[in-house]
Nanobody, 119 residues
Framework: VQLVESGGGLVQPGGSLRLSCAASGLTFSSYDMSWYRQAPGKERELVARITSAGGSTNYADAVKGRFTISRDNAKNTVYLQMNSLKPEDTAVYYC?????????????WGQGTQVTVSS
């Protein structure tokens, strides 16, 4: 299983970025997909989650109204559109795939992509 994030970079406050996570080696449409982030010296936190069929999403309070998670099951890709970025959004952003099976939880992570919001 591979999860490969892209789209990170340096952006000014108020700007936008779109992160992508391309998945392979798993039945993508069966997995709930999430974006997490980890800032220096802080714990990893959930940013946004979307269910396997895309019917339900949830967001951290800090990003509600600014970030949008979506997925394209035909492309095995999940996206995170980030608008009105703030310096406190600076972190490494990780893609996560989860699925509960009869044998337990299948849980996979990408390598992360750096997002830096600074003037």
């Amino acid at each position: 299983v591979q999860l490969v994030e892209s789209g990170g970079g340096l952006v000014q406050p108020g700007g936008s970025l779109r992160l992508s996570c391309a998945a392979s080696g798993l039945t993508f449409s069966s997995y709930d997909m999430s974006w997490y982030r980890q800032a220096p010296g802080k714990e990893r936190e959930l940013v946004a989650r979307i269910t396997s069929a895309g019917g339900s999403t949830n967001y951290a309070d800090a990003v509600k109204g600014r970030f949008t998670i979506s997925r394209d099951n035909a492309k095995n890709t999940v996206y995170l559109q980030m608008n009105s970025l703030k310096p406190e959004d600076t972190a490494v952003y990780y893609c996560n795939a989860q699925r509960w099976r009869s044998t337990g939880l299948s849980d996979y992570w990408g390598q992360g992509t750096q997002v830096t919001v600074s003037s």
